[in-house]
């Protein structure tokens, strides 16, 4: 097993299982935060809550939680919302953003070969785009748990494709298009508070390469800021080199509780 930190492991269990947007979705609004993690995973075993449909399936959605998540510490905003009934759709761009703070295949696949491709025009995508992009992970400081045969490079590809779907970037099945994909405004919002966090100033946040998670160029998100400005959402004001944004909570978590207030 690897050393080194989540952030750069590349894992082909967890990309081969999928999304699991609705299987999140369903373990986080029941999470009972006056237990552990580990106690939480256990009751969703036994009780099979989320009406898994085989032992195999509960088992493996499980593990991916443990995996993807920390509920208690990082991830404590998107449990919350969960609990509280957000809309899916509003909560499924914030699962994205907590999913790749440490899946770094979903995140740098999006933000390099996918942003790209959308880029310069790119019509159909097939799994065998994925499986070239594949090649490259190691120099872009990927590590892998353990050596990957050529199936499993098939598979980890096809489940690329098919998490970008999930999440409504692409559409199809076998050979896939660029969906047309807007990030809600909640959803805007709460990303733009985690991102503000953690670039630590306004410039960066307009700048940050975190944006092409939602296909979203720096022209896009400027765009937005100035709609929502303009509906007295946030405050954004721009002055030469100077930028102006002033949001309506102090983190992701405060936005978070007005969200489902």
């Not at 076998?174 to 969906?179: E, G, K, N, P, T």
């Amino acid at each position: 097993m690897t050393s080194e930190p989540r952030a750069q492991v590349a894992s082909s269990f967890t990309i081969i299982k999928g999304a699991m947007i609705e299987e999140t979705y369903a373990v986080f609004g029941a999470w009972d935060f006056s237990l552990s993690k580990r106690e939480n995973l256990d009751r969703l075993r036994t009780k099979n809550y989320i009406g898994a449909s085989s032992a195999t399936w509960l088992r493996d959605v499980a593990k991916v939680m443990n995996r993807r998540f920390q509920p208690e510490e990082r991830d404590r905003p998107l449990v919350m919302l969960a609990k509280r009934g957000l809309d899916i759709e509003e909560w499924k761009p914030l699962l994205l953003w907590h999913i790749t703070r440490d899946e770094f295949l979903v995140r740098d696949f999006v933000e390099t070969w996918l942003f790209k491709a959308y880029e310069d025009g790119m019509y159909r995508i097939t799994s065998l785009d994925a499986e070239r992009y594949l090649t490259c992970i190691h120099s872009r400081g990927a590590v892998t748990e353990h050596a990957w045969s050529d199936q499993t490079t098939k598979r980890v590809a096809a489940g690329l494709l098919k998490i970008c779907t999930d999440f409504g970037l692409l559409r199809g099945s076998s050979d896939r298009q660029f969906a047309s994909y807007h990030l809600p405004d909640q959803s805007f919002l709460y990303v733009l508070h985690a991102i503000r966090a953690e670039t630590g100033s306004p410039a960066k946040a307009i700048t940050s390469r975190d944006w092409r998670l939602y296909l979203m160029r720096q022209s896009d998100v400027e765009r937005e800021l100035l709609r929502l400005h303009q509906f007295r959402k946030l405050n954004y004001e721009v002055a030469g080199s100077l930028v102006e944004l002033s949001l309506p909570s102090k983190s992701a978590a405060e936005y978070a509780e007005v969200m489902v207030a």
